[in-house]
Nanobody, 115 residues
Framework: QVQLVESGGGLVQPGGSLRLSCAAS????????MGWYRQAPGKQRDLVAA???????DYADSVKGRFTISRDYAKNTVYLQMNSLKSEDTAVYYC?????????WGQGTQVTVSS
């Protein structure tokens, strides 16, 4: 059974930082492009950042320069380092593993940016 297990969410003040982690099954992780999405209440789920198997990255315009996605093949884990957080970053963050043959999602982790 494929599992994507996220951790690292929580409550942080504006301007603060958080690091999200997503651990995946090894066979899935090594063959997937990995991404982080987020969904705020009443809004659609949108891509935040993605990293390919080769390490190329892509970011939503709203997070460029503040967020960094990375992957560790030794730990089968993808990370999202989030700095200079804003209230509009508040959302449930989901990890995604994408391949032409599959699309797997984590259970989501809540990130709340508030003073």
């Amino acid at each position: 059974q494929v599992q994507l297990v996220e951790s690292g969410g929580g409550l942080v003040q504006p301007g603060g930082s958080l690091r999200l982690s997503c651990a995946a099954s090894g066979s899935i992780f090594s063959r997937s492009n990995m991404g982080w999405y987020r969904q705020a209440p009443g809004k659609q789920r949108d891509l935040v950042a993605a990293v390919t198997r080769g390490g190329s990255t892509d970011y939503a315009d709203s997070v460029k320069g503040r967020f960094t996605i990375s992957r560790d093949y030794a730990k089968n884990t993808v990370y999202l380092q989030m700095n200079s957080l804003k209230s509009e970053d508040t959302a449930v963050y989901y990890c995604n593993a994408h391949h032409v043959a599959w699309d797997y999602w984590g259970q989501g982790t809540q990130v709340t940016v508030s003073s």
